[in-house]
Structure formats: structure tokens, C-alpha cells
């Protein structure tokens, strides 16, 4: 019998306006150039139920409800998300690259006064031992990411975008506590370089952490 190896799970992280949705596309392009067998998904969603509760969270349905009701609603999107795309994907041998995980929960929904203690037991029962490989955090100051996506926004501001910059400065602070406290799993990419040069950084720091695992590794 033939036993697949486990493929890895890449997710990226950042504040509004940080390229993530930019460099995962690339990271997914350049994963397939080196003959990966790559799936890009995305937080909130990835499924069909999961994109249905990502619309409630972005139009701030779930938020009258207080920040420990948007945990909980992230928890039950993820868990789907988990069980129907991302476990299946590894299992088969293929590479997950996903836009936002676990970490946006703690750094949007921890710096609004959950405990962390609440969220890691919501993380044990939606992900349990199936955590990033790696985390890509692209960082850059609250105030540029804020303009860069008002620039590049076609419609209103979602739930997440209204709130004001301090409180997108405490989100940014939160993902760099997250990286320092896990090095061995997280690398933090300065966003503000040009977007070519971010792309490389990340696909140079997917090289160092797991090129042993990519075809001819």
C-alpha cells in the first residue's frame, strides 16, 4: 500500500491592507512552478456554509452579539473549513495556502477582550493538531494598510474595516506577539517593501522552513 505523505499547511496573516490575498496568489503560483500540488483558501470561508457565516461576520450581523459571539461564529466557520477542505487537501498530499486563520481570531477577537484562554480551547476544538507549518505575518503600520485599502475598495467598509485606527494599531501589535511567542512556526515579512519584493521574502521564507519538503527538497 502506498502512503501519501501529509502536505503542509502555509497560512498568512496581517492587519487590513497588508497584500495577504496579493501574496497568497503568488506564493500558490510559484508553489505550482515548483511542482506543488497547491489549494488557496481563505478566512472566513472556503466552504459553502462557511462563506455563508463569513458574510454575517462582514456585515457585522454577529457583532450586536459581542466579540465572544464573532469567536464563536469564527470557531464554527473554521471547524467546517477544517473538515471539508483543509484536512482532506493535507491528507491527499497537496500544499494549503490560506488567507487569514486562527491568528486573525486571536489578534481581531483577543484585542476586543476575549480571553486567550477561550480562544485556545476554540482553536483545540476547530483545528485540534492540524496547525499552520508555517504563518507568513506581513506586517506594516495601521495607518498605510488602512489607506491601501481604501484605495483599492470597490464597495462600503466591512465590520472589521469601520473600526478606528487604534484599534487596528492593538490588531498589528497582536500579530507580532503571536510571531515572537512562536518563532518556530511564524515569520514576519515587512509589508511595506514593494509588492515584488514582499512576494519574494515570502516564497524565500517558505524555501528555508520547508523546502525539504517540496519536490526535490
Not at 78 to 95: E, F, K, S
Not at 127 to 133: M, Y
Request: glycine fraction near 8%; charge should be negative; charged fraction near 30%.
Amino acid at each position: 500500500m502506498v502512503v501519501t505523505a501529509r502536505g503542509r499547511f502555509i497560512t498568512l496573516e496581517g492587519g487590513e491592507g497588508a497584500g495577504k490575498s496579493t501574496h497568497a496568489r503568488a506564493l500558490i503560483r510559484w508553489l505550482e512552478s515548483r511542482g506543488v500540488d497547491a489549494v488557496l483558501t481563505r478566512e472566513p470561508g472556503g466552504t459553502p456554509h462557511a462563506e455563508a457565516l463569513r458574510t454575517l461576520l462582514l456585515e457585522g450581523l454577529v457583532a450586536p452579539f459581542g466579540a465572544e459571539a464573532e469567536a464563536l461564529v469564527f470557531a464554527v466557520a473554521r471547524a467546517d473549513h477544517m473538515n471539508h477542505v483543509i484536512r482532506p487537501a493535507l491528507a491527499a498530499g497537496r500544499w494549503v495556502v490560506c488567507d487569514r486563520f486562527m491568528d486573525s481570531t486571536r489578534a481581531y477577537q483577543g484585542t476586543a477582550g476575549v480571553p486567550l484562554e477561550v480562544l485556545h480551547r476554540l482553536d483545540r476544538l476547530a483545528v485540534g493538531d492540524d496547525r499552520p507549518d508555517l504563518t507568513l505575518v506581513f506586517d506594516l503600520p495601521a495607518a498605510e494598510g488602512l489607506a491601501r485599502a481604501a484605495r483599492r475598495r470597490s464597495g462600503e467598509t466591512d465590520r472589521f474595516e469601520q473600526d478606528v485606527a487604534a484599534v487596528h494599531e492593538a490588531r498589528r501589535r497582536a500579530f507580532l506577539e503571536i510571531a515572537q511567542s512562536e518563532p518556530e512556526r511564524c515569520v514576519v515579512l515587512d509589508a511595506t517593501r514593494p509588492v515584488d519584493e514582499v512576494s519574494r521574502a515570502a516564497e524565500d521564507a517558505v524555501a528555508a522552513r520547508l523546502g525539504s519538503a517540496l519536490p526535490g527538497g
